[in-house]
């Protein structure tokens, strides 16, 4: 299934899947049709042209053409780009129902929420495999220890760890800021001194996009 936008946008959700069964020769094509519309939850948009979707309906489309022939495998490019959290929860959904029939799908994604919700991930930057595993075996192979603290002048406190030999990396999301290291003890003695100064800091899970973006800099220094 590709990124973008494929099919015929003058053709019904109907009339572009019964086209593509007549493509590739299969049989049985209006009852292949009808189950895929049914487990895809189109049925009710049949009849609507495929161009005056929205994009994550558009992507439901794709998804059952893509099942029309009965795959065991399913390859998947960033099949969520460009579409709204709510449809990209509900794909996700569907993807997880049709993994538990015993379907295997790859997945290529920047988002890493949608990677977390993969049994397993491979981590490529520049064509290299940085990283092959389960979500926790990643993460855990990293040994980063992750601080989150919270108040006004997030923006300056970030600058002046980030000139800290045993910071390894900094994020602000809203109103919190994320510290990273990989030696506790040190996080812990560089973080004391700023919190004489009203910051309280707590240890928190360090997550993928954490684990990732480590394993990138790294990657980036030795080459």
Known sequence: MTQYFSMWGNLTIRENLLFIARLYSLDRRRDRVERALSELGLTARQHQLAK?????????????????????????????????????????QMLHQLSDRGISILVSTH?????????????????????????????????????????????????QLQRLPDIEQTVIFGNQLYITSRDEAKLKSALFAFTQQGYEFCKVDTNLEDAFTYLMKNNCEKN
């Open 52 to 92: 005056e979707l929205s994009g994550g309906w558009k992507q439901r489309m794709a998804l059952a053409a893509c099942m029309l022939h009965e795959p065991v495998l399913l390859f998947l490019d960033e099949p969520t780009a460009g579409v709204d959290p709510k449809a990209r929860r509900e794909f996700w």
């Open 111 to 159: 988002y890493m929420d949608e990677a977390e919700r993969c049994h397993k991930v491979a981590y490529l930057s520049y064509g290299r495999l940085l990283a092959n595993g389960t979500i926790a075996s990643i993460i855990a192979s990293q040994n980063l220890i992750t601080m989150r603290t919270s108040g006004a002048g997030l923006t300056l406190l970030e600058s």
